[in-house]
């Protein structure tokens, strides 16, 4: 499965208060109001899910949530980390061209951009010390700083003008004056500004769109299932949810098996990887019969003690004596086919139900009689049976 989330995240200054944004996922950030170096991962140390792993969610896994019950352009429910500064995720069917939005193509490994056809490139980031920080399931980034062999782009800031809180006259400053506090030249008040006025004097953006893209496998898909199913008290899993995660989980389990039974119905599965599928304690009857035409008899003795009575019933029927002995030894073959069995016109099916124990006495009596003399010692070796008195006598 391929997943892809936006990412837009900031982190805000300790020393300024500034909101810098990330270029995707990093570690460390120069501040842009102060020039002060801001450690992203020392302010999210304490984060309840394990530092920056889960910088975007700290009561659960947003990967995990976007995978399994999220629908594309859906955001994550979380819009904020633990560590107070804003992140936002949402799911998307694939990375896109941050110039005109066309879906772009999935990188080929080792891909270092993708072009779009209107010619902006963005640049691809393979995982990284900083990006397996983040979350180390992590494919590639796409995007958050434009490919190196791009054209960069230079923020302005004329017309813009920003008020007085009190009496709404412009405030004196141009875009040199980095200070926060400005003193109103017609009332007089003094103005603190905000990030709003801030970006508006220093238009910088206040996000930079990164895509976060993740190959889930199997069991990967099933990890990301016992994430979310072992919060209990998770506020977003009322009981509707929670089945279908359940069911999710059995589903992504069984995919590895479901796709190993196709391959062995197309032919693909031959001597010991088809005998490996059927050390699977988990097949059932169905997946039994489906089976049953491309095995050969020892794939069939295999397989057998794992067979429920109503397939032993069947397999009781099949040409091969190897078979019809196993299902007469078979732990779960009813006594009524047993009984059969005990008349089998091969000997060494005759031999395995004389062992069994839940054999009538009538069958065993009659078994006793039998010209075979390893089905006469299997009735002998059976412990229920129990000879009369000529038998006693003379053994």
């Known amino acids: 499965m391929q997943l892809t989330l936006e990412l837009r995240a900031s982190v805000r200054c300790p020393g300024c208060a500034v909101m810098t944004p990330l270029l995707g996922p990093q570690t460390a950030v120069s501040c842009r109001g102060c020039a002060a170096r801001i450690d992203v991962a020392a302010l999210a140390a304490d984060a309840r899910q394990g ?3 889960y910088p975007f969610g700290a009561y659960y896994d947003a990967v995990a949530e976007a995978a399994l019950l999220l629908r594309d352009d859906q955001p994550c429910r ?18 896109a061209c941050d110039a005109c939005e066309a879906p772009l193509p999935w990188p080929a490994a080792g891909a270092s951009e993708l072009a779009c056809g209107c010619g902006e490139r963005m640049a691809v980031r393979w995982p990284d010390a900083a990006s397996r920080a983040w979350d180390p399931r992590l494919t590639c980034v796409v995007g958050g700083q434009r490919a190196a062999s791009a054209e960069a782009r230079e923020p302005t800031a004329e017309g813009k003008v920003i008020g007085c809180g009190q009496c709404g006259a412009p405030l004196a400053g141009t875009t040199q004056d980095r200070r926060r506090a400005r003193t109103c030249a017609h009332c007089g008040a003094l103005n603190v500004l905000g990030d709003a006025a801030w970006l508006a004097l220093f238009p910088q953006p206040e996000w930079h769109r990164a895509f976060l893209l993740y190959e889930l496998d199997d069991e990967r898909l099933v990890a990301l299932h016992d994430a979310l199913l072992a919060h209990d008290d998770a ?8 089945r279908a ?13 479901r796709r190993r039974l196709e391959a062995a119905a197309r032919g693909e599965l031959r001597g010991a990887r088809l005998e490996g599928l059927l050390e699977d304690e988990d097949l059932t009857d169905e997946e039994v019969t489906r089976l049953d035409p491309l095995l050969d008899d020892a794939a069939r003795v295999r397989i057998a003690p794992k067979a429920a009575p109503a397939t032993l019933r069947r397999w009781a029927q099949a040409a091969s004596p190897p078979i019809r002995a196993l299902v007469a030894a078979h732990p779960k073959a009813p006594a009524a086919l047993l009984t059969r069995l005990s008349r089998d016109p091969e000997a060494r099916v005759r031999a395995a139900a004389a062992a069994r124990p839940e054999l009538s006495a009538e069958a065993l009596a009659q078994l006793r009689k039998d010209p075979a003399p390893e089905v006469v010692a299997a009735v002998r070796a059976n412990p229920s049976y129990v000879p009369g008195f000529w038998e006693k006598l003379f053994g």
């Not at 979380?78 to 694939?94: F, N, Q």
């Not at 995660?245 to 098996?257: N, T």
Request: proline letters at 10%.
């Open 235 to 242: 506020y977003f899993l009322d009981d509707g949810p929670r």
């Open 245 to 257: 995660l359940e069911a999710g989980r059995k589903a992504a389990e069984a995919a590895p098996r």
């Open 51 to 53: 530092g920056l792993r």
């Open 78 to 95: 979380d819009a904020r980390s633990s560590h107070g500064s804003p992140v936002a995720l949402r799911r998307l069917a694939g990375p």
